[in-house]
């Protein structure tokens, strides 16, 4: 989990997002194609982990309809990340990716999931 935590401060970092910064950042393609990568990476490990947990009832039942719809949004997010990695023009709310993350590994935690 230690391994997970620092790898998102560091897309963070790598991508110049703070919580007191401007309200838009501007970053090459590729630099976020690659910080998106591992953000994808990590998501798509928890998002295995508590649909298991969840499919065993390991998790409460609202956690995991919590779940559902961050996944829904993760969806959400995801095309807009795409669309952004094609037409750099594109806006990306990468706080709001982060947010979506955080929620999720919180959840992988409280289900005592070591990723």
Known sequence: MKRLLCLCALSL??????????PTIQIPVGEGALAYADIKAMYAEARAYLTIACGLKKIDVATCAR??????????????????????????????VMAIMGQVMGMAIKAGIGL
């Open 13 to 22: 970092a790598l991508l110049g997002v703070s919580a007191c910064g401007a």
């Open 67 to 96: 779940f559902g719809q961050l996944d829904q949004q993760m969806g959400v997010v995801d095309l807009m990340v795409r669309r952004t990695i094609q037409d750099s023009k594109a806006p990306v709310d990468w706080g709001q």
